[in-house]
């Protein structure tokens, strides 16, 4: 069963508006953790926030916030003011359990272009 | 963000040889590395986990025999594509996991290997 879904495999977006990744995520264990990343075209995997499934707040790190709504198991990815650099390939990963290091599962991914 | 090494970045090698990849965590110790494997237009996936000290563990599907892995220090891990075919193609990623909470993982740049 696929435990992470980005149903967006693509979004165009004009520059300065905000956009919208979205990714849902399925598991039975209480305790996880919810990751976004960021891939440009050179491949590396840039880390961008992070949202444990006890945190009461929705994770924010600069232009970046995730809408963490736990009954729908959804963990969207907002960027605000999108700018040009911002087009990269967005992945969602899972990690089942807070404590350790545990491995990542991801989502397909969503290829964002922002337009000038 | 932290920073994650890996070398080489590109490497073309021939049928039945084998090729090793480096891993290092450059600004933290990592008790745990993860190797992904990543190909074109797809998502990442995670091949085996690798554990300072101790022997990694593989995910379903991956040879062990064929892939080895070796995370001799808190800073370095190595993979080892051996007897190479064509179908071992692929974009390599490494990824260090940070000993506390969130426990994120940082990435390396990722390996391109071609087998000819």
């Known amino acids: 069963a696929q435990k992470i879904t980005q149903t967006q495999p693509g979004m165009f977006v004009q520059e300065k508006e905000a956009v919208t990744l979205d990714c849902t995520y399925d598991?039975?264990?209480?305790?996880?953790?919810l990751f976004w990343y960021k891939q440009p075209s050179s491949g590396e995997m840039i880390f961008l926030i992070y949202?444990?499934?006890?945190?009461?707040q929705n994770a924010t790190e600069g232009r970046y916030s995730l809408n963490f709504q736990k009954a729908r198991k959804s963990a969207n990815l907002v960027i605000s003011a999108s700018q040009l650099g911002d087009s990269a390939m967005y992945f969602c990963?899972?990690?089942?359990?807070?404590?350790?290091?545990?491995?990542?599962?991801f989502g397909q991914g969503t290829r964002l272009t922002i337009n000038p | 963000g932290a920073v994650v090494s890996q070398h080489p970045s590109r490497v073309i090698c021939k049928s039945g040889t084998s090729v090793k990849i480096e891993c290092r965590s450059l600004?933290?110790?990592?008790?745990?590395m993860f190797w992904y494997r990543q190909f074109p237009k797809q998502s990442l996936m995670l091949m085996a986990t690798s554990n300072e000290g101790s022997k990694a563990t593989y995910e379903q599907g991956v040879e062990k025999d064929k892939f080895l892995i070796n995370h001799a220090s808190l800073t370095l891990s190595t993979l080892t594509v051996t007897s190479a075919h064509p179908e071992d193609s692929s974009f390599y990623i490494c990824?260090?996991?940070?000993?506390?909470?969130?426990?994120?993982?940082?990435f390396g740049p990722g390996t391109r290997l071609t087998v000819t």
């Open positions: 949202q444990g499934s006890y945190d009461q």
């Open positions: 598991t039975s264990d209480p305790s996880y953790g």
């Open positions: 600004d933290f110790q990592a008790t745990t």
């Open positions: 990824s260090a996991s940070r000993d506390r909470g969130p426990y994120e993982q940082y």
């Open positions: 990963a899972m990690r089942e359990g807070i404590q350790g290091a545990q491995k990542l599962v």
